[in-house]
């Protein structure tokens, strides 16, 4: 299955947020900055990519669900979001 933006605009603004906290972890890191500061900060990038990742499957699930409403077949099977899932846990 394809991703458009327009089916995973909030995941795509989740991973830019993301980025630029990782980016800035990266500057602490070279700034010799508190190792506490340094974890929470890599934390909360950790948790965004999470989001972004459960947000992409519960997308594309919404998508193959509104396939086979319209009686299309669905890009992916339920099996291999499942898989894609778990993999994110």
Known sequence: MELTESMVGDAVTRLRRAHGQLAGVISMIEAGEDCVKVLTQLAAV???????????VASGLKHCQDAEARGEQAPMRLEELEKLFLSLA
Do not use: Q, Y
């Open 46 to 56: 950790s948790k965004a990519l999470d989001r972004a990742g459960f947000k992409i």
